[in-house]
C-alpha cells in the first residue's frame, strides 16, 4: 500500500483487530464448553452395584447397594471403586482404615480388605473371577471379594445361588441352586452343582440341604430380612449370599 494512504490502511487495522476479537472470543467459548462437558461427564460418572463382603466363612456386607464413583481418577468405575465404597460406608473407620489397593505385577491388585492385610484375597464379578481391580463395573453389578478361611492351600471354594435377592410371603417356599467355580482334569475353569449344603439362615444352620443338582427348597416364617447361605462339611466355602425380604 501506499503510505499515504493512511485512511486505507486504517479501515484495514480496524478489520483485522476486529477479527482477532472475534476469534479470541471463539475460542474461549469452546473452552468453556469443553469444561463444562468434562464436569458434566465426570458428575455421571457413577453406578449402584451390590457388594458382598465375606470374612473367612462369615459375612459381615451381605449383597450391600452402594453408590460407585471414580475415586481413583482413571476415568472408569472398576471394583477398586466398588470396594472402597462399602468400605467407606460400612467398616468402622472408612475405607482408610479398612481398605486399600496397590499397583504391583499383576495390575491393579488388594493390599487390604475388610482390616486383613494378610493378601490372602479373592474377587469376582457377577460370579467371575476378576482379571484385577481394574474390572469394570456398571450398574446392577455384583462384586464379592473375600478372605481366605484356608491360608495354607487356598481351598476356598467360590460359590453362589442363582437368586441374590428376593421377596416372598410368609410361610411361601423358594427354590434356589446353588454352583460352585472349579476345574475340570485339564485346569480349565468349570461351574459345578454343590451338594449336600447346609443352608443357614441369619447364620443359624437350618434343616434344608442341597440335592445332587445343587438345588434347595426352602420356606421361611416369620417376617423380615433373611441372610441365608450356605456351609459344608466335605469343603471350604466361601459363603454365598440370598437376600430374602419375608
Do not use: R
Not at 475415586?71 to 470396594?83: E, F, K
Amino acid at each position: 500500500l501506499h503510505p499515504g494512504n493512511s485512511a486505507l490502511i486504517e479501515f484495514l487495522m480496524k478489520k483485522v483487530f476486529k477479527m482477532k476479537k472475534t476469534i479470541c472470543l471463539t475460542i474461549t467459548l469452546l473452552m468453556l464448553f469443553a469444561c463444562a462437558f468434562t464436569t458434566a461427564s465426570a458428575d455421571e460418572l457413577s453406578a449402584v452395584v451390590c457388594v458382598t463382603i465375606a470374612n473367612k466363612g462369615t459375612i459381615p456386607v451381605a449383597h450391600e447397594k452402594v453408590q460407585v464413583t471414580d475415586i481413583d481418577n482413571d476415568n472408569a468405575l472398576t471394583v477398586n471403586d466398588a470396594l472402597y465404597a462399602v468400605h467407606k460406608a460400612k467398616y468402622d473407620g472408612g475405607a482408610d482404615a479398612g481398605y486399600s489397593s496397590y499397583y504391583g505385577d499383576y495390575g491393579l491388585s488388594l493390599q487390604k480388605l475388610w482390616g486383613d492385610n494378610s493378601g490372602s484375597f479373592g474377587y469376582y464379578l457377577n460370579n467371575v473371577s476378576c482379571w484385577s481391580l481394574a474390572d469394570e463395573v456398571k450398574d446392577g453389578d455384583c462384586v464379592t471379594a473375600f478372605i481366605y478361611s484356608d491360608t495354607d492351600f487356598y481351598s476356598d471354594m467360590y460359590v453362589y445361588f442363582d437368586i441374590t435377592e428376593t421377596t416372598v410371603s410368609e410361610n411361601e417356599e423358594i427354590t434356589l441352586t446353588l454352583s460352585g467355580a472349579s476345574y475340570d482334569d485339564n485346569w480349565n475353569p468349570v461351574t459345578i452343582a454343590v451338594e449336600n449344603a447346609t443352608i443357614t439362615a441369619n447364620g443359624v444352620d437350618t434343616e434344608y440341604k442341597t440335592d445332587k443338582d445343587g438345588k434347595v427348597t426352602i420356606k421361611l416364617g416369620n417376617a423380615g430380612t433373611v441372610i441365608i447361605s450356605a456351609k459344608s462339611d466335605t469343603a471350604v466355602l466361601v459363603p454365598p449370599v440370598c437376600v430374602v425380604q419375608v
